[in-house]
């Protein structure tokens, strides 16, 4: 009788991966999306065990999903207590040196009150204000983001000089019935409007601009019924910088009218005016949670900077990520990552190592992914409530999202989705993922 107990008990084993299967496996069928443009590898946490894949070594665009893996790495070198400092210094002759950090949360008023305390401090009439932007390179888009996704206000470059969410607000108001909109800035920016914009009965705006004609141009055309704001990416975010720098200055009352020019803030002979410092937890937040791309490529870039101890730049970036890769014992062949947040269709990524990656991402990370109700997980899944923590991410045909799950049984599995299907709508791929996700749920 025990003889057959255990082989009982053995078959139960050899059958229990074959249910889990065949439950996703039905789930994708029924869902009329082509079983070859779904990745899916899941894992147990505890084991590191696969229980089920599909897809799971086919390179595939992980979108946003890819913060994951680059914010863990950058978080790694920069350390739980980095600060973006932006600093004011005055030297013995006099001269000012501002130094930028790359810091994605920096404002106008951050720069009025580091002048204002200038001011304070009687330095009124400065012989030169030079600007330190040696933090980054030049380079402020990532390899393969879309030329023609420039206004898009979620994508907008990144540079030393990142100020105001790098982000341009256009007021755009009725008047009278049938009669043109009032449209302007909200702070100055040399743009000029081609408005074609009427007082009607509802708010209908497209902005467009043609680079290749005058990047300085913005095409307004619509209706409008309420005064509504929109905001566009900056395209010369050293322009918009320096003017944000000049209002600085000139409402401190300090007297200066030179230009600015670049030197790097010696060592000696130098002292700390004023600082404006935003901590990494609130980056954390903001790119696992809200899956911010300006903070998410600002971040990586600043670790590959203090990866070589020299200006950021992605090739830096990319190998302070391979080393930390290494560290982990992650084999990262089968991989291409161009970028810092995943809006690349470039990236390619395989499930099997998004789940690898996922058993071995630092703990007081996990708690920065979005639990439903949260962030980008604010509308989804809130059946689960706390038994998920997941990072997702949408870029045009490809949908995705990794993450953690604890099922009905009390296990938890790390899992990864990618689902790249151009025939398939975009609620249809976001349905898929939710439905595998609750087959995860229910039945492992």
Avoid at 331 to 350: A, F, P, Y
Avoid at 373 to 381: A, C, D, I
């Amino acid at each position: 009788m025990k003889h057959l107990f255990n082989i009982i008990f053995c078959l139960m084993l050899l059958i229990q991966p074959k249910v889990y299967a065949d439950s996703i496996d039905k789930t994708i069928f029924q869902s009329g999306i082509n079983k070859g443009a779904v990745a899916v590898s899941v894992k147990d946490l505890e084991t590191g065990k696969t229980v089920y894949k599909l897809n799971d070594k086919k390179p595939s665009v992980p979108a946003s999903t890819l913060k994951v893996v680059t914010t863990s790495a950058a978080y790694d070198k920069l350390g739980k207590d980095f600060e973006f400092s932006t600093k004011l210094y005055k030297n013995t002759n006099n001269e000012l040196f501002l130094k930028l950090a790359g810091d994605p949360f920096l404002t106008s008023s951050d720069l009025n009150k580091l002048f204002e305390t200038a001011k304070n401090k009687k330095i009124l009439e400065p012989k030169l204000i030079y600007i330190d932007d040696y933090i980054f390179d030049s380079m402020e888009w990532g390899e393969g983001w879309q030329w023609d996704d420039d206004l898009n206000p979620l994508m907008p470059k990144f540079s030393s000089y990142n100020i105001d969410k790098n982000l341009l607000n256009i007021v755009i108001s009725p008047t009278t019935k049938d009669a043109p909109a009032n449209i302007y800035t909200t702070k100055f920016y040399p743009t000029s409007f081609l408005n074609q914009v009427v007082t009607g009965s509802e708010n209908n705006i497209t902005i467009t601009r043609r680079n290749n004609i005058s990047p300085d141009i913005i095409s307004v055309e619509g209706t409008i019924r309420k005064q509504i704001t929109k905001q566009i990416p900056i395209n010369y975010l050293k322009r918009y910088f320096v003017l944000r720098l000049e209002d600085a200055i000139k409402n401190a009352k300090i007297e200066y009218y030179a230009a600015f020019p670049q030197k790097k803030t010696p060592q000696n002979n130098i002292y700390l005016v004023d600082e404006i410092n935003h901590p990494i937890d609130t980056a954390l937040k903001e790119i696992l949670k809200n899956s911010n791309n300006l903070v998410a490529e600002s971040v990586f870039k600043t670790a590959g900077a203090k990866f070589a101890n020299n200006t950021g730049s992605f090739e830096n970036s990319q190998n302070m990520l391979f080393e930390y890769f290494e560290k982990l014992g992650l084999i990262h062949d089968d991989i291409r990552i161009v970028d810092g947040s995943g809006v690349s269709k470039n990236n390619m990524l395989t499930a099997d190592f998004m789940t690898e990656f996922l058993l071995k991402m630092p703990e007081d990370l996990k708690t920065y992914l979005p639990t439903p109700g949260e962030g980008t997980l604010k509308s989804r899944m809130l059946y689960f409530k706390d038994n998920l923590r997941a990072k997702t991410g949408t870029h045009c045909t490809e949908s995705a999202i990794a993450g953690f799950i604890t099922s009905r049984s009390g296990k938890t599995y790390v899992f990864d989705i990618m689902i790249n299907d151009p025939k398939s709508k975009s609620a249809e791929k976001k349905s898929l993922e939710e439905y595998i996700i609750r087959d995860i749920y229910t039945n492992f």
